[in-house]
């Protein structure tokens, strides 16, 4: 198991559950994945060389991880050197190189953003300058939202470049063409390269300038059907020319003037517990059963997807800078019927809070409901009974929702 942290919790006890031994690997023991796992090695996962040799040493027969990019590229150079079922290397670059994920695009007839991978600030520079549109520099292998930035003139080009690079692990910058319009995430899986669509939401983001984090996402999509429809369409026509063997999939794209247009595409489940509660939720698929059975080679065909006409709902909200002096009815939130997994426990008193300038440092829950205003009432409910109080400089400060 690659990753320890919260959203890897529900993977993690899905394997002691089904009574295999949890080896979780991490760089940082206190992640509360570390705490029910069998065994914990202390190592960076990234390490592609040694993490084969410490799945060597183990004599591992599955290697798993979910709602996180980051390991994907290593779980599969070790599956393709021990022949343990995954998919290609050569695959998860693609998943995981945003400039790669653009140029596949492209192979594939399928339309894309302007774009140009630049090697320093000139380059950047010149591709500004070259066009005529508000533009974002992102690292082009990282997650979270983390060194990516919007620029709007060549002041900001030149401090987005500079962001983008602390998170570039020594790779270029993709630098590209933002617009603006309305987001969808869709859910999918893989199974002997063939693909199924399987839940679609719509995005509501944070008006935080460069968080690029989702204060919410809602579960069906309310968007036009006809519009949906394609989506869907043209999420799988990726997922299969990407060549996914198997597995669960994320992807997230904008619809802007009638076109719709691929932002990214993962190969694991999304995040904040999309993949182990919403999907299930949704569908009364295991998710996290299919992942472990998947990864020892114990799946033969794919699995039943039931629709159950549930609405979900994950909620997130970002702390003010400061320290956290009052905290209130958290446990109360936690013990409603329709609130499902979260990260609430990481709110304390006495918690320093930083600037919020990437996805990381959201807090957040998964939400279920018979009907859409039945979410939005939750939500509503949720938000006046949730009291979080922040005190920077004398001055008190509340949650931030949107």
Known sequence: MFGANTLQIPLINKI????????????????????????????????????????????????????????????????????????????????????????????????????????????????????NFKVILKPINNQGSKGVCLAENREEVIYAYQEAIKYSKGNPILIEQFVTGHEVVV???????????????????????????????????????????????????????????????????IISNNEIILLETAARGGGVFISS??????????????????????????????????????????????????CENIQLIQELDFVHGNNLDKIKLGLETFNNVDKTSRYFMVLEAGSYDEIQERISYIKSQLNIKVQRDGIMYSIIWN
């Open 277 to 326: 509660d919403i999907i299930p939720l949704m569908t009364n698929f295991d998710t996290t059963k299919f992942i472990v059975e998947l990864a020892v080679g114990k799946i033969c065909s794919f699995p039943e997807i039931v629709e159950t006409n549930k609405f979900c709902s994950y909620l997130a909200f970002f702390l003010p800078v400061g320290k956290v002096i009052e």
């Open 16 to 131: 002691n559950e089904l009574g295999y031994n949890s080896i979780v690997v991490t760089l940082v023991p206190t992640e509360p994945g570390a705490e029910i796992a069998k065994q914990v090695v202390i190592e960076d996962f990234c390490d592609e060389k040694l993490m084969l040799s410490i799945a060597r040493k183990y004599n591992v027969i599955g290697i798993v991880t979910d709602q996180t990019d980051i390991p994907v590229r290593s779980i599969a150079y070790v599956c393709e050197k021990l022949g343990l079922p995954g998919i290609s290397y050569e695959t998860a670059c693609l998943f995981t190189d945003k400039f790669l994920m653009r140029e596949k695009c492209k192979q594939l007839g399928i339309s894309t953003l302007k774009y140009r991978l630049v090697n320093d600030i000139e380059q950047a520079l010149d591709f500004y300058d070259s066009n």
């Open 187 to 253: 859910e999918g899986i893989a199974f002997n390269y063939e693909f199924k669509n399987l839940i679609c939401g719509d995005t509501y983001y944070f008006k935080e300038r460069n968080a690029f984090a989702a204060t919410q996402r809602i579960f069906p999509s309310r968007y036009d059907s006809e519009v949906i429809n394609r989506v869907l369409r043209l999420n799988e026509k990726i997922i299969k020319g990407f060549g996914l063997k198997q597995g669960l999939t994320h992807s997230e794209f």
